[in-house]
């Protein structure tokens, strides 16, 4: 009987345990060709999905959004569950219900209709124009853009104003070097880009002298989003309470610093009200 007795209690606190674990579990999808907020760590094995209780790193992902986003679901004592895909297949992947939540994304109009977004914000960029150094001399205005060519990653969004443009023609490339090879061919005649994200890159490619950039588009922040799901809108709210504890427990001073020591200088996050 005692033996008996025991097997249950196990057995209800196995269940328990699954639920408990199941509650306090997220999970998120996100891209590793995004430096510096969310991209691959040198010389690491690829994995499509990795199991992170609090206190626990990636193996492979590294990034500042990265950090604002693992270290805010620890604090509130959640597991993550991470999918690491190209955007285009984790926005599916979220569509699909294979994964909950996804980041970094810009707020867009379409967007909006679709999702759920984080009050806080994960990172903030500004949105501009990458073009050949020789043609520099048009950048102190953007008539220059009427009728021109301009490379943009596919599936990837530039923020508000930038949808509003109608008088460019928009191709798609498949990453963001992609762009700068179509760039560098004359098939286009500028790439758009998140300033911090292509700078890094492009300096890591050597390549950063042999070209020039416009005035700002826009300053966008980048969030994280779900389905609109009452799933969803707990989760990104546990998010969004993990953030102002980093920010007010000088977590978020700490994530900076390591960056600014990485030699990448992060524009400061700013919160709710961001771009809308």
Known sequence: MNLKRLHLFLYFLLV?????????????????????????????????????????????????????????????????????????????????????????????????????YSRESVDQTNILIYIKTENSHLLNNFKWLAGKRIATVRGWSYGKKWEAIRHVRKDPASTLMQGFYMLDSDRVFGVIGYEDSFDYRLKKELVFHKYKKSLIIEPVADYLIGRKTATARKQISEFDKGKKILMQNGTMKRIYTKWASSGIIMPVIKNKGDNE
Request: proline share 6%; glycine share 6%; charged share 25%.
């Open 16 to 116: 328990s345990t699954s639920v408990f674990a199941l509650e306090n579990m997220v999970v998120i999808a996100t891209l590793t060709d995004f430096p510096p907020n969310c991209f691959k760590k040198a010389g690491a094995v690829e994995k499509i999905e990795e199991i992170l209780p609090p206190g626990t790193d990636s193996s492979q992902l590294q990034g500042f959004s990265w950090d604002v986003v693992r270290e805010s679901y620890h604090e509130r004592g959640y597991t993550i569950r991470l999918f690491v895909a190209p955007w285009s297949r984790g926005l599916h992947h979220l569509k699909t219900g294979k994964v909950q939540l996804i980041f970094p994304a810009v707020k867009t109009k379409e967007r909006e209709k679709e999702f759920y």
